[in-house]
């Protein structure tokens, strides 16, 4: 009876280990985990899609900056000559804009495309990543496993759902990765142009890639590699590369040039605790660990099991203990190409620092991606190395133990359980940073108002105002990025010529402030006379002395301008806000 169980198990054991490590050449193998890696990736973009149609005022909270502008392709009425607008928009890559204006062009709202495009994306994503990871390892299973955890590290983050630029870059990025390892020109340089089009930094790390492929290590020096398709994918795509930085280097911005780290040094938004804090004091988070200038992203070992990646390397040369190394791909060696480039511009970007943007730009997401693909091979050749030992001892009467088999059908069985569940022991799954606008009525009540409305506010809610009542504000904290000088200067002088109107006393500074920036509406938080209203707030702490001077004004008992003036002015008000028409401020002045 034994024997007869023993074979009985040894067949099933056999059987399963084939049916999961079937090499790429199976297609029923390879189309049944690439199935199952398209529908996890559709549930989590599904349980996305459920929280942003949660209620009627839901946005991500970067789309906040990055999508609002776009209705004017809905309607080209709103936001006119509004600096705001007309900054984030020359921001938006060409590619970019081009997708938003299509889709208005056939009846659908940016909005809704900006809750939409995530799932899209995260299929795409997830297709490119299963496509690049069997050519690094062609067993279908590896796709499936480096997919899984990269939907699970995209989704523990809010770069694929804030439908920005960067949520692009995944996608097409693996496909870069993809054609290059396939040696494919045109649809390399295909690619090559829609990452120019939609996230340009990313052209400057590929062009990189692209560089070092003609270029082998040999006898402990480089030399060509003396492949003309290597040569030819190279200068072609540093063509392509090339033409597409053209417009950047020849056209000068209106809101130029880049701050410089000198100035930003004495700038308190740049300090600990400002808007936009770059400078921290501790230089390993500076430097290495989740600060706009690290090498490393908070996020980079999200979900945790992407650490097996670490050990990538290391199993690489245990080729005799792990048979299935041996069918590892030449392709792999794209890893640490990557890894080296985006450390060079990582600190080349520190070097002209801002004028290449963020230096974490060119680390976060590229690190994020390898570290993915070698976790997905690692756990592979693990889980490979797991079950093919258990079987040997099982077929082999000599070496038969069923304790080393149990142990390594329990570890494989608790791999398999932290890839697959992972998300269920995560308090918020998934991770998407959508914010539930909590003022309707006010949102209704500007909508209602011309479109030309420019609002003057110091609360926190006029950072929902473009984008749920679709009416320009004259400043606030969510459009406040001080990384070039030409924008932020105005930004910044119009924060605190807001201050001092705000808590001004004296009619004729408010009467002044209105006429110059044509205010139409005034928007009061209830407690905005109250003096911690302003210490608590460490936006408006950033601009001295004028708020220390509102602070000090408050408290010697002064009455502002806009406060005398709520009792007969406020046309709306609600146990929150105060709204006041500026034509109903300049007359009750005058009077």
């Avoid at 290059?180 to 890639?209: D, E, Q, S």
């Avoid at 003609?214 to 063509?239: E, K």
């Avoid at 504000?473 to 105005?490: C, D, I, M, N």
């Amino acid at each position: 009876m034994m024997p007869l169980f023993s074979s009985a198990v040894q067949f099933m054991w056999s059987h399963l280990h084939k049916a999961l490590f079937a090499p790429a050449n199976s297609r029923s193998q390879t189309y049944f985990w690439f199935s199952l890696s398209l529908t996890f990736a559709a549930v989590y973009g599904l349980l996305a899609l459920r929280e942003g149609f949660s209620g009627p005022y839901i946005v991500q909270d970067d789309a906040r900056q990055h999508v609002f502008w776009a209705e004017r392709f809905v309607d080209p009425a709103l936001f006119p000559q509004d600096l705001i607008a007309d900054y984030y928009r020359s921001l938006a890559p060409a590619g970019y804009a081009a997708l938003y204006w299509a889709m208005a062009a056939v009846g659908i709202s940016p909005e809704l495309v900006s809750k939409v495009l995530p799932f899209f994306l995260g299929l795409a994503t997830t297709a490119g990543c299963f496509a690049v990871s069997l050519e690094l390892l062609p067993v279908p299973i590896a796709g499936f496993i480096t997919s899984l955890l990269l939907n699970q590290n995209l989704w523990l983050k809010d770069d694929l759902a804030s439908a920005t630029p960067r949520a692009f870059l995944y996608p097409l990025f693996l496909a870069f990765l993809y054609c290059l390892m396939r040696r494919a020109v045109l649809p390399c340089l295909g690619v090559l142009v829609l990452l120019v089009l939609f996230y340009p930094n990313f052209m400057l790390i590929a062009a990189g890639v692209l560089l070092l492929q003609p270029l082998r290590w040999r006898s402990g020096r480089v030399r060509w590699s003396g492949n003309r398709q290597d040569a030819l994918i190279c200068l072609a795509g540093l063509a392509i590369c090339c033409v597409g930085i053209v417009p950047y280097v020849l056209t000068s911005s209106a809101y130029g040039p880049a701050m410089t780290a000198a100035e930003a040094r004495t700038m308190p938004e740049f300090l600990p605790g400002g808007r936009t804090q770059f400078f921290v004091t501790d230089p390993a988070q500076y430097w290495i660990w989740g600060s706009r200038g690290s090498l490393l992203p908070k996020a980079l070992f999200t979900p945790v099991t992407v650490l097996a990646g670490l050990f990538l390397p290391g199993l690489l040369r245990m080729g005799d203990r792990l048979p299935l190394v041996k069918q590892v791909q030449a392709g792999i060696m794209l890893l640490p190409q990557v890894l080296l480039v985006s450390c060079g511009w990582f600190l080349l970007a520190h070097i002209v620092l801002f004028k290449l943007y963020l230096p974490s730009r060119y680390t976060w997401h590229s690190f994020c991606i390898v570290l993915v693909l070698a976790a997905g091979v690692t756990l592979t050749l693990i889980l490979d190395a797991l079950l093919r030992s258990a079987a040997q001892r099982i077929a082999s009467p000599a070496k038969r133990s069923w304790l080393p088999a149990s142990l390594a059908l329990s570890v494989s069985v608790l791999i398999g359980v932290a890839l697959v569940f992972y998300p269920s022991f995560v308090k918020k799954f998934p991770i998407t940073y959508y914010l539930s606008g909590q003022a309707p009525a006010l949102y209704q009540f500007f909508a209602q108002q011309p479109k030309d409305s420019l609002i003057a506010s110091l609360s926190n809610e006029a950072n929902n105002l473009p984008t749920f009542a679709h009416r320009p504000v004259l400043v606030s904290s969510e459009y406040a990025l001080p990384y070039q000088v030409g924008y932020y200067r105005q930004i910044r002088q119009r924060a605190i010529d807001l201050i001092q109107a705000h808590y001004s006393s004296d009619a004729a500074v408010v009467q002044a402030f209105t006429q110059q920036y044509n205010i139409r509406f005034w928007l009061l938080d209830q407690t905005a006379f109250e003096p911690g209203y302003l210490s608590k707030n460490h936006w408006l702490k950033q601009f001295q002395p004028v708020t220390n001077e509102a602070i000090l004004h408050l408290q010697q008992g002064a009455t502002p301008v806009l406060k005398q003036v709520i009792p007969r002015c406020a046309a709306y008000k609600d146990d929150h806000f105060v709204v006041l028409p500026a034509s109903c401020v300049s007359e009750a002045l005058k009077g």
